[in-house]
């Protein structure tokens, strides 16, 4: 079991950035593939970006491709999400989630943290 809390969500102007952090515990971080996925009101979850275990594959949603940027320090057993040009379309609840098996569904979840562009 790995639990993750989520923390770096706010308010911010359209146009400008923010940092969410996502800390895990429990068992090995580095033996986790992680993502971060958003859910919009009224929306399903979506993946915006996803990072391996070591780092070195990354893969994002089209429209956070040039924006956003997916990073892991798995000395510090956290994951990053860096959002920037924020637009009012990004407003959601972004959750981190984890896998252990590559070939899975993430199955473990923080329980969010909150982001929202004004206009």
């Known amino acids: 079991q790995v639990q993750l809390v989520e923390s770096g969500g706010g308010l911010v102007q359209a146009g400008g950035s923010l940092r969410l952090s996502c800390t895990a515990s429990?068992?090995?971080?580095?033996?986790?593939?992680m993502g971060w996925f958003r859910q919009a009101p009224g929306k399903e979850r979506d993946l915006a970006a996803r990072i391996s275990r070591s780092g070195s594959i990354t893969v994002y949603a089209d429209s956070v491709k040039g924006r956003f940027t997916i990073s892991r320090d798995n000395a510090k057993n956290t994951v990053y999400l860096q959002m920037n040009s924020l637009k009012p379309e990004d407003t959601a609840v972004y959750y981190c989630?984890?896998?252990?098996?590559?070939?899975?569904?993430?199955?473990?979840w923080g329980r969010g943290t909150q982001v929202t562009v004004s206009p």
């Open positions: 989630a984890a896998r252990a098996n590559p070939s899975s569904a993430f199955n473990y």
């Open positions: 429990g068992r090995t971080f580095s033996h986790y593939d």
